[in-house]
């Protein structure tokens, strides 16, 4: 929690549609240099209605980003901290995304950078990485073996380990979702979904998400909190069991294949946290089976938005019926990543 965080809504709204309209709540000097020198002017993403099951609810366009995934908020954030830090050489691992985010504001920082990423890893994902100058190196096993390899290169090498999951500086990122949202649906004390929908593995952007919301009521321009469901592929749900368990811990699991590759994350490292900050909030934890994720997509798809499959996981939630209507603000689903991620 950025404890002095403001949000000044003339000085906000005369700034560009940008993650930076809210420097106030932001972990930087207002006259720092490394933002904007990496900006790609990620953020400002657009709300737009979709029909899902007969209902209307608000797409948030996450993959409206420069490297198409919400990722570009944290990993802009981190390659800044580390670039103010003197920070030569980068070390990510990631099932892609994170690492094609890190990679690209790496490239753009004039920074090394190394991505460990699993082996199934998608083929236009790992072109990306590579495209940006960062190395690639693909792990066998668990995406818990892949993090353990990063792991072992930092220690060996002294590089510096931009983790979406690990470093603090990634939510600080992710937290400017729920700013924008907050501006979107009227920037007034009511001014929150009254049903947010998260895809959720690692949980940078429920984290972030609730991050932001926390800062907005402590700031004083927020009354409400918005209901968050998180969702997990059935396939590999650790917390949506845990939830389901009533337990503190993630569920242990032996995850299946699953199409939402995007959050198959077995042994969530911040899962305790993930859970403890969903219950707190009176949110909830599901799972969806691949066949209705698919079905999301491909009805998402009709409608004009491409996504990725994870990315049709929260929408699957609500297709799925595990997402109720709430008199207090409309339902927002993120479409975190774009279609041609997974494509090939
Ligand atoms: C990273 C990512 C997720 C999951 O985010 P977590 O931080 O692992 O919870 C979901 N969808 C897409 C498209 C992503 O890139």
């Not at 899902?52 to 993959?63: D, Y």
């Not at 990993?75 to 985010?101: C, K, P, Q």
């Not at 490239?107 to 460990?116: D, K, Q, Y």
């Not at 969903?278 to 909830?284: A, C, Q």
Request: aromatic share 6%; net charge negative.
């Amino acid at each position: 929690m950025k404890p002095d965080a403001s949000f000044p809504l003339d000085l906000i709204r005369s700034r560009p549609h940008t993650m930076w309209r809210y420097a106030e709540a932001l972990p930087f000097a207002l006259d720092a240099q490394a933002p904007p020198r990496l900006t790609m002017g990620e953020g400002g993403t657009p709300l737009v209605p979709v029909v899902l099951a007969g209902r209307t609810v608000l797409a948030k366009l996450e993959f409206v980003s420069p490297t198409l995934s919400f990722k570009d908020r944290g990993a802009v954030v981190v390659v800044a901290r580390a670039l103010e830090e003197g920070a030569r050489r980068l070390v990510a691992d990631s099932s892609g995304n994170a690492g094609m985010a890190i990679a690209a504001y790496a490239a753009r920082a004039g920074l090394a950078c190394t991505v460990f990423v699993p082996a199934a890893t998608s083929a236009p994902k790992l072109a990306a990485i590579r495209a940006h100058g960062a190395e690639v190196r693909s792990v066998p096993g668990t995406r818990e073996d892949v993090a353990a390899a990063a792991a072992e290169e930092v220690e060996a090498t002294g590089a510096r380990y931009a983790s979406h999951v690990y470093d603090p500086a990634f939510v600080q990122g992710t937290k400017t979702f729920a700013f924008e949202l907050w501006e979107q649906l009227g920037a007034a004390p009511g001014s929150a979904p009254g049903t947010l929908v998260l895809p959720v593995g690692n949980g940078t952007l429920v984290l972030g998400a609730l991050l932001g919301f926390a800062e907005l009521r402590a700031a004083g321009v927020l009354e409400r909190q918005p209901r968050v469901v998180a969702v997990q592929a059935a396939a590999c749900a650790p917390l949506a069991q845990a939830f389901e368990q009533g337990s503190l811990e993630p569920a242990p699991v032996i995850p299946a294949r699953t199409v939402a590759e995007g959050v198959a994350v077995a042994a969530p490292a911040r899962g305790t946290e993930i859970l403890a900050a969903v219950r707190s909030e009176g949110g909830t934890i599901v799972a969806v089976d691949d066949a209705v994720v698919e079905e999301a997509a491909r009805l998402l798809a009709r409608q004009g938005l491409y996504v990725e499959p994870t990315a049709a996981l929260p929408a699957a939630a609500v297709l799925d019926g595990l997402v109720f209507d709430d008199a207090t603000g409309p339902i927002v689903v993120p479409l975190a990543g774009a279609g041609l991620k997974s494509a090939g």
